[in-house]
């Protein structure tokens, strides 16, 4: 017990005296800072701060939240508290293109990803998939046309309530969410675009890509928002690519960033380590 | 003499036989092929190669030509030899900052960069790069102003003609070419734009990309057409940044970046590595 | 059946006259050209290439091949005729660390690794890939000790005659193969070497790297030679990491290089991409 | 006055307490922290910081460090307060190469690292850098033998102790420092090695690189010490490189390596970002 991490993620003003406040709160009830990131924002003025400590003796986090309660209120705080050890609730949309359900799954299986995954939503048959073990996995089969697209999403929302759900990850889902539906999840809806936004946003990226003849191809990793292709960045990545790269492989060399970029991304948010600000977002990364 | 190499680009619409009656000419005349690339685009149907030989015996340049010529005329060839060890004429345009310009007087100083600068274009005075050591260029400072832009561009064009200038290097040169200006010199001029294109086309790219909160910055090297920031692209490069990257601190980045990608932009174009189609360029780069 | 590829690899001592000789000969079949590479080395004077290409009417592969072999031996070649619609066979070997070969099954299902897998060997039993599809793969169940090391290698060595195997991939496994076994893979058995050689030779890499403090760690995939880790580099990649990263996060970053490193040496190996010229490889990469 | 930045980088064993203690210190003095790293090295328990911040009314500078003085003797801290603004005296050694030279006068000129220059020590003569201007910087020439080390090693020192200089920089300069100038200059002595340590250590390392055949070439930035290219590494970095590249091609790639990773590591140095920890370092990059 005494080994569990916790991480206090948190942004205010800021004003002199935060970081001392905090902790000495924490070392007031035993908590050993393990790992501290803070970020100054100076065009806003806003301070954001993600303090991952452990207790050293008995576990005091009950005292420990009070104490923060108080100096949240004192400097005006957006704050949480959260338990590393406690498993978010992961929700996993795919369509025909698994290579990123594929790593995902590997990575949590493996222990790379600590996350539950509470279900896997394709809009394709179980056999488009036939390779991939989802022994203990829920899976959903839920075909999508323009008439049926506002029951599909009502039930992907009942999963996300039903199970409570904490993350939902864009597997290359090849839908674009409602504007409803994105407003639910904001905050907790992550996609992979394949390019490097804000270039070639839409429809076909790798075409757009070989058109224009750039000769770097990336993918995007961002919160879903009800703009298209517009919500806070969480990570991109690049590979170098050459003008004897067709469309086809410049998909091929894409599945590798994705996938990478994609998984990043989730890890990221899995332990507390992304704060958005407005359109844009702040990475304590590891 | 007999060291001396050469290239032969050319494209043409892909057809049996092409590389076979070029090599023949090639051996005919005793011309060993050092260095070759081609590339079949299979979207178009065309052929695109360049080929880098030396004589081993007597330099039979001109029989040579006249056997090309037959080939060029059978295949309805775009061609054309160069002696690489003819200097390209290079005329330099830039503006306050001289991260580029010092950098590409640094590298054509050692020999990195085989070309004949015929003079350097700035619109402020001298002393603004008053470290730079121009020994032996020709500086001429020709301001510009909204009212002044149509004369200041016919001095730069009287210098062009003058000169007989192969190569215009925008080295961070901050005006927008007239549409006239950039048609004339279409495919012989060379600009450095401070993003990873097509993001974030136009004035300050670098504050674009921080209120985007992209997590890569970059550059690209492309030719000048009368479209601003569309011409087709030669190189580019990113870097990493992160949300704690100031306006500033991309500037100070994109500095490494953009001397990079047009040095190796201006490299490739001198040795005739970058052919252009349509919008995009092939580039066989070494 | 005209539209099939074949690729034609060779090397000479460089002198004037061979692509002339070959490109002829190609011509004369109906053959074109579409990709060709070559390399000359003017340290040794050797001349390499690759040149892929496909009848335009009929397939006279046979009378390209006489035509060829005369070509041959006027400049004496080494050299070698393949059609690459027929798949190489390949064996796996591999230990507890499972990411590549997963990595390595879903790009062969997904047809970017154009193989027949003919077998997985393990020194680990079937339950440790329990989550993998080896669905239609002969999986062989090789535990190995000191005492059945000789014996287990000819187990091995029988799977390699018995398929005709023309790739064996050590996905991770992480047992040293005998200097007999390594000599009669000579060329046709790539390692994946958890480190960026040459640092880091030998036992627990990623342990000696963060033990000497470097700020980038890496992958190398290469031929497997009796000397262990002095093969023939393929294909090499780096990831950053910093003071903060364990030993274990190393492991975990290194396994990303690690599978994409070693899934391009296989495919270039497949595509005939790879010549080794002594101690180094020539690579004609895509 | 109420601007200028400060740091307070200091180290000790980790314990309960630490950055309670630090922080209460710098807000009872009216000092805002900008910006603050810290590190936990679990394998050895050490904790290390640093903490940037600015006084928020008057400067109590004097107040702050006797704070602080009874903090770090309560948790027996290394620990030392820098002025920001208070320029680092540097000594840069050169020998033929100048890349790196011309790369650091550039940055220095235009504000991007921040140090006063005291001298440019070189074994070959003014001549040697033309083109460069050392106006207003003291130039050196100081040729060696190996009959006149010892002695010019003296010259060396004397500048050192003359100008109580904060760092040397070894900017490409082709000699072996003895084993008692390295002692005196331990920890403030930045060498830029031309390979990705540690392979290719010792003399000629690009040609090392290219008869291994390597797939990436790198530099490495480290501290000298008495050990040669043992140093704890400060930063590094690659780029890719093919069979194609000759040795000279391998050398002009690595001057855009070795210029951009020496730049970074002095800028760190400068900042007070490094701290060495044994063998190794801890950055705490911006």
Redesign the interface.
């Known amino acids: 017990m005494a080994n569990e991490r916790y991480a206090l993620i948190f942004s205010c003003e800021?004003?002199?005296?935060?970081?001392?406040a905090v902790?000495?709160s924490?070392?007031a009830c035993?908590?050993?800072?393990?790992?501290?990131h803070?970020?100054?924002?100076?065009?806003t003025g806003q301070f954001f701060s993600r303090i991952e400590f452990a207790f050293?003796g008995d576990v005091r986090i009950d005292e420990l939240t009070n104490k923060l309660q108080s100096v949240a209120e004192r400097f005006e705080m957006e704050w949480e508290v959260r338990n590393l050890s406690l498993r978010k609730k992961s929700l996993i949309l795919v369509s025909r293109f698994d290579?990123c359900l594929?790593d995902i799954?590997?990575r949590w299986?493996?222990g790379?990803l600590a996350m539950d995954i509470v279900g896997i939503v394709a809009n394709y048959p179980r056999e488009t998939y036939?390779?991939?073990?989802f022994?203990g996995l829920e899976f959903h089969y839920l075909p999508i046309t323009p008439e049926t697209k506002r029951e599909q999403e009502g039930q992907i929302w009942d999963l996300v309530k039903k199970h409570s759900v904490d993350l939902v990850v864009l597997a290359r889902y090849m839908q674009i969410l409602s504007t409803e539906l994105s407003a639910r999840l904001e905050g907790r809806c992550i996609n992979i675009h394949h390019s490097?936004?804000?270039?070639?946003k839409g429809a076909k990226p790798y075409h757009q890509a070989r058109?224009?003849?750039?000769?770097?191809i990336?993918a995007t990793a961002h919160y879903v928002t009800q703009n298209l292709d517009e919500g806070?960045?969480?990570?991109?990545?690049?590979e170098?690519v050459?003008?004897?790269d067709?469309a086809d492989?410049l998909v091929?060399k894409g599945r590798?960033i994705e996938r990478?970029v994609l998984s990043r991304a989730i890890a990221w948010h899995l332990q507390g380590r992304v704060i958005t600000?407005g359109?844009?977002?702040?990475?304590f990364?590891?």
Chains 1, 2, 3, 4 share one sequence.
């Open positions: 800021d004003q002199l005296g935060i970081t001392a902790s000495v924490l070392e035993g908590a050993n800072i393990t790992e501290a803070q970020y100054n924002d100076e065009e050293v290579h594929a799954l590997y299986r493996i790379e036939q390779h991939q073990s022994d490097f936004l804000p270039g070639f058109a224009r003849g750039v000769k770097l990336g806070p960045i969480i990570e991109q990545d690049v170098r050459s003008h004897h067709t492989a091929r590798d990478r600000s359109p844009k977002t702040i990475v990364s590891d």
